[in-house]
């Protein structure tokens, strides 16, 4: 059992380890204190604007703001008491009065809901103050993926964030102070004339809604149940997971995996984006081959293989194997691409073979 003086605090009476360079919040989360917060994304660097996640450390004149302080041995800290409550409830009530609307779509995005969760929560009055209001939306951007209806926004930064800290890519920041804040691109601009690549990572950070995915909401009239199913992007090799949105038999929209391996939230414009092949009428359902004509006709499998077989057999019969040059689908999963290098090297007799994904 160790004391105070060692690498412990005391969260709520009970006495727990905690590693060095941690905060409070995360020693609390940790051990499953239900803090709340807002301006909060554990991928990125604590920003400490909300307050929502104040805690009572004993000493302190304050409550402190648990996702910025760290945790030094023998604090004693309460993380819920009905004065943190109260103060929580203001705070929200104030962020919460700003905005036209609390109650967003969640196909909006991944944390969406958040503000709306703890405005049920502490069954916050969304219009307990009155006076001016921050932020101001842009209809005019008709770019086809991301809302940016900035008179929902609570200006917690985490769209700025996310898109310097994860995407490296700084396309938004934060224009003036107090009720002028304004989330922005470099002079003011629409978001294709900015570095912006629509990633969209501020849309499912963003925990209000003020950011949303245009293409996810096409959908919100559409009855039936959301649901989610995990899979792992098909477009290239990272193999970056992500949740496929559906309602009945139409898939809505993308979300990425928060916990996914290889992305830890991240997607491209085309993983979050470019569903549409799906349902498209056009879509390839069977193989085709040429036929005598040299027109494309739809074919079974094996039609097309002993067609892909022959054709192989002749530009070796007549060239040599090294006039074969094959490249594997950077969207096929490492089985396939083993069995094709294996195809082509044992098979084929050649060493020529490459994979998408390298270019
Ligand atoms: S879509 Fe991606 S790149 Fe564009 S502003 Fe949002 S986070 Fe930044
Ligand atoms: S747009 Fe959303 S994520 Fe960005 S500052 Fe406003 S509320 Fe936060
Ligand atoms: S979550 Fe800690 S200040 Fe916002």
Redesign the pocket.
């Known amino acids: 059992m160790s004391d105070n003086t060692g690498r412990t605090i005391f969260l709520d009476g009970e006495e727990v380890p905690f590693d060095g360079g941690e905060t409070i919040?995360q020693v609390a989360e940790r051990h499953h204190k239900d803090i709340p917060?807002?301006?909060?994304d554990d991928r990125l660097e604590?920003?400490?604007?909300?307050?929502?996640?104040v805690v009572e450390v004993e000493g302190a004149r304050t409550p402190v703001?648990?996702?910025?302080t760290m945790a030094e041995a023998g604090m004693r800290i309460r993380t819920k008491s009905g004065s943190l409550e109260m103060h929580r409830r203001v705070l929200l009530e104030m962020v919460v009065s700003e905005n036209r609307e609390v109650d967003v779509d969640e196909l909006s995005g991944y944390a969406s809901q958040e503000m709306k969760t703890l405005v049920d929560r502490y069954s916050a009055r969304t219009g307990r103050f009155a006076g001016d209001k921050s932020g101001v939306s842009r209809p005019d951007d008709p770019n086809p993926f991301i809302l940016r209806d900035y008179e929902n926004c609570i200006s917690c930064y985490r769209c700025v964030r996310v898109c310097a800290e994860q995407e490296g890519d700084y396309a938004i920041s934060i224009m003036n102070r107090g009720f002028e804040t304004q989330i922005t691109t470099e002079f003011g601009g629409l978001l294709k004339d900015s570095s912006c690549t629509f990633c969209g990572q501020c849309i499912q950070t963003c925990p209000t809604g003020a950011l949303g995915d245009l293409k996810a909401l096409r959908h919100v009239e559409v009855e039936e149940p959301i649901e989610k199913t995990r899979s792992v992007c098909t477009y290239c090799g990272v193999g970056c997971a992500l949740d496929i949105m559906t309602k009945g038999e139409q898939v809505v929209g993308i979300q990425p995996a928060m916990d996914g391996p290889a992305n830890e939230g991240a997607l491209c414009v085309k993983g979050q984006f470019a569903f549409d092949f799906v349902h498209h009428p056009d879509r390839l359902k069977t193989p085709f081959i040429r036929d005598d004509h040299g027109q494309l006709v739809p074919a079974t499998w094996d039609e097309a293989l002993d067609k892909a077989a022959a054709g192989l057999l002749e530009a070796v019969n007549e060239h040599g194997r090294h006039s074969l040059y094959a490249i594997a689908s950077g969207r096929a999963p490492n089985e396939a691409g083993f069995t094709m290098q294996k195809f082509v090297r044992a098979g084929l007799g050649t060493s020529y073979i490459d994979n998408c994904s390298r270019a």
């Open positions: 919040f917060t807002l301006c909060y604590a920003f400490g604007g909300c307050r929502l996640c703001a648990s996702c910025t």
